[in-house]
């Protein structure tokens, strides 16, 4: 297994490479530069491109290996970074990945255009890989799209809402994260002539694992360890957002605890020096585990759905990626 | 003559009834409502609907008549409507339409995010009348997109830049204007089916039509009747705004004249007494007339494109259309 390990490490490392050159070309040598070096500014940014490594895993795995768009795997990444400048206005962020956010850097105006282009060329990039069934591609990739505006929105709503149903909660990551990875799942399946079976299977396998990740995410923000991690360790707190554990929390406390939890809402968020606090009450009340648990049940049910893949190869290959997924630190 | 006018207007309206039908269904029973009522908003603040008609009258004039492309239509709308609601928080424009522009009624996130997603439904509902031929009606919207995100960004360049040149003015609304009109024809042609030649010609007629538009524009902001005009006559020297009578009247002044246009650029602006001065210096310099001859030019460069197209009728239709939209007022 240590074996096989290292080879699927070096693999996303040597596919990771390839992407990146791919991104490095696709803003360059453009006009006007006022509108693509900030482009680039937030391409370099760099990050763990899992969405690209998403499409190109599926693609291979029905493909035999012989087929890698890495086009439309760098169109994923692309939209993803469309929503990355976005958001991260909407969310009034500075710092993204180490560095000044792109409206900080350049400006409000230079940003919402910036994520308008990127968008256009994800488009521009994901046609260059598509051939016969570009309709289904499109398809799905602009679905991707719808969802995770949809989810978006979603998400902020809930920054005003009072109280929100873990239910609600799970159907606002399904649009805002897990549609992405199932949409980098269908369009690689797709792209690399998968039949309906595995193009189903494998979009199972990115909405579960995307929703795993969310958790996961969520999870890291109070359990990482501050070094690693590269941010506060109980930002989600401190900003009062409703993430799956203070949801489960709330669904879970009684009497004093309850008001404690209800407090960060009221109040939008928590000072520094109480997340100790909030964190023993999480313990207490033991949503760390039920976080976990809902990280591996998610995991369990997107690895389920692969059984029809007939490589055993492929299938442990994404036995790795969850896994990595689950047990990454940052 | 005066039948078929009333002829061409009188389908113009119709069209038009049936194109808004398909628009205000679009954004319709989706959740969230954060989302779709601001969408919807936006929506039914009406306009021209000039870009649908392009698309359907491109695919009718291809297909004797038989192929009417409503979903693309209201795509091409819904694209457009995302240029306004992201242009309109850049201009810091207040008023769209006589109503307060989408941030000032609801907030700058919001309008981020639906313009984000007029977008992402522009493509669903472009999708739904693509068949076999989905990958080029795909790439000229993309391209079109492409084209608008760099016109806007050399549109925000010119109002830092101390000169600009009327080939790289014309370059812009290249770009900003006429990549819109030009795509509308080419899809509308593709989608009717027409042969490459067919779809050339249209496209070269869109393009022209959309530069002959947007001087007719820069015109109007200057010579209208301010009743009919809906806004200031003379908005553009107000905000300074390089607009092609203005590039052309800089280029021909002399001496004391050219002082007094480059203080609108030093000034960024003028004050609305001043309008009327500079509104003479125009008429002295004879840059009203340069501009009616390019926009006639433009036209005439437009129609002679449609030379290939089988039927009289479209081709008169098409003439109608290009003096309607020379003749306009507002």
């Known amino acids: ?17 390839k992407v990146e050159k791919v991104l490095a070309i696709s803003l360059r ?15 370099a940014g760099g990050g763990k491109r899992l969405r690209p490594l998403l499409v190109l895993l599926s693609a291979m795995a029905v493909s035999d290996k012989k087929i890698k768009p890495y086009y439309a795997s760098a169109a994923v990444e692309l939209l993803h970074n ?14 993204r990945r180490g560095r000044p956010t792109l409206h900080k850097m350049y400006s ?15 488009y521009e990039y994901l046609l260059k890989d598509c051939n016969g069934n570009a309709k289904e591609v499109l398809k799905a990739f602009t679905q991707g799209l719808v969802e995770v505006c949809e989810g978006q929105s979603m998400d902020k709503d809930f920054e005003l809402k009072q109280k929100v149903s873990i239910e609600e909660y799970l159907l606002m990551i399904e649009k805002k994260t897990a549609a992405m990875a199932e949409m980098c799942c269908k369009i690689g399946a797709y792209l690399g002539g998968g039949t309906e079976v595995e193009v189903k299977a494998l979009s199972k396998f990115g909405k579960n ?19 690693e991690f590269g941010k506060i360790v109980g930002g989600d707190l401190m900003e009062g957002k409703k993430t799956y ?6 669904s ?30 999480y313990q207490k009340l033991g949503v760390l585990e039920d976080s976990r648990d809902e990280i591996i049940n998610y995991t369990k049910k997107a690895l389920f759905s692969l059984k029809v893949l007939k490589n055993e190869d492929d299938r442990e290959m994404f036995t790795w990626l969850a896994n990595s997924l689950i047990k990454r630190n940052k």
């Open 82 to 95: 469309f929503t990355l400048v976005h958001d991260d206005i909407m969310d009034n962020a500075d710092i």
């Open 108 to 122: 409000l105006d230079t940003a919402i255009l910036v994520g308008d282009s990127l968008l256009s060329v994800a």
């Open 209 to 227: 694992i995307g929703i795993a990740f969310q958790i996961q995410d969520d999870l890291l923000d109070i359990s990482a360890d501050e070094k």
């Open 245 to 250: 554990l203070f949801l489960k929390a709330l």
């Open 1 to 17: 297994m240590k074996n096989s390990v290292n080879k699927f490490l070096s693999l996303y490392n040597s596919e990771k490479v």
């Open 252 to 281: 879970k406390a009684k009497g004093e605890d309850n008001k404690l939890l209800e407090k960060v809402t009221e109040r939008k968020g928590i000072k520094q020096n109480q997340i100790k606090k909030y964190k023993l009450l």
């Open 29 to 43: 040598k453009r006009n006007p530069e006022s509108l693509y070096k900030p482009g680039e500014y937030i391409i």
